[in-house]
C-alpha cells in the first residue's frame, strides 16, 4: 500500500489517476467508432483519420499525456523510500511518453488536421498521420511504448493483497503490451493484441484512483518519508 501522503499529494493523485481513466474511455470509444467506420474514415486499422475523426481520438489522448504524468509524479510522492527506484523509473518513462505524443498530437491538432480540413496537403506529406506507414505513426507507437514501460516499473512500487494487487496486476499487463505495441510497424495484426490496453490501462488508472483516495494522510507539514 502507499504511505502517509499530504493531502496535495493524495489529491493531485486521485484527480489525475481518476482524469487518466476518463480520457483513455473516451479514447476507446472513439477509436471504436472510427474502426466501424463512424466517423468518415472507412473502417478498419489501416485507414488514416478524417479531420473531424484526428480532433475526436487525439483531443482526449493529449490531455491524457499530461494527466497520465501527473498521476506518476504523485505515485513517485507516495511510495515508501525502499521502493522509490521504480517510481521514479516509472516516472521518467512517463515523462519521455508525454513529451513524444505531446508533441505528436499538437502538430496534429492545430496544423495538419486544419490544413487537411481545407484541401492543402501539399508539402506536409511527412507529418501526415497514417498508421503503419508515416513518420508521426512511429512516433506514437514509441511513446506508448515507452508508457507501458512506465506501467510497468509502477507495479513494482506497490505491495499488498486487495486493490493493490489487483493494481498491480493491471500495471504489469499493460506493461507486457510493449513488443505488440512497438512492433506494428513490421507486423500489422499485432495491433489487434495492442488493444487490450483499452482494458489494462484505464483498469490500472481507476485502482490508483481508488488506492489514492484510501491513502491515509500526514498532517505534518513536511512528509520527510517522500523526500
Request: charged letters at 10%; proline letters at 4%; a positive charge.
Amino acid at each position: 500500500m502507499l504511505q502517509a501522503i499530504p493531502s496535495s499529494t493524495r489529491n493531485a493523485g486521485i484527480w489525475s489517476a481518476a482524469l487518466a481513466t476518463f480520457f483513455s474511455i473516451f479514447y476507446d470509444v472513439a477509436q471504436i467508432a472510427e474502426w466501424l467506420g463512424l466517423m468518415g474514415s472507412g473502417g478498419g486499422a489501416d485507414n488514416p483519420s478524417t479531420p473531424f475523426g484526428l480532433f475526436v481520438l487525439l483531443t482526449p489522448s493529449l490531455l491524457l499525456g499530461s494527466s497520465f504524468l501527473v498521476m506518476m509524479a504523485s505515485l513517485h510522492q507516495a511510495t515508501l523510500h525502499d521502493r522509490k527506484i521504480w517510481s521514479q523509473a516509472a516516472l521518467a518513462f512517463a515523462t519521455v511518453y508525454t513529451v513524444l505524443i505531446s508533441i505528436n498530437y499538437y502538430v496534429q491538432l492545430t496544423w495538419v488536421g486544419p490544413r487537411l480540413a481545407a484541401g492543402r496537403v501539399a508539402g506536409m506529406e511527412a507529418f501526415l498521420f497514417t498508421p503503419f506507414d508515416s513518420f508521426l505513426y512511429a512516433v506514437d507507437i514509441l511513446g506508448y511504448s515507452f508508457m507501458s514501460l512506465s506501467t510497468l516499473f509502477a507495479a513494482f512500487t506497490l505491495k499488498g493483497s486487495g486493490l493493490a494487487r489487483a493494481a498491480r496486476i493491471f500495471l504489469i499487463a499493460n506493461g507486457l503490451l510493449i513488443p505488440f505495441i512497438a512492433l506494428q510497424m513490421y507486423v500489422h495484426w499485432l495491433i489487434w493484441i495492442a488493444a487490450l490496453w483499452a482494458v489494462t490501462f484505464p483498469g490500472s488508472t481507476w485502482c490508483l484512483a481508488l488506492l489514492f483516495k484510501r491513502a491515509r494522510v500526514d498532517g505534518s507539514a513536511v512528509n520527510t518519508a517522500a523526500a
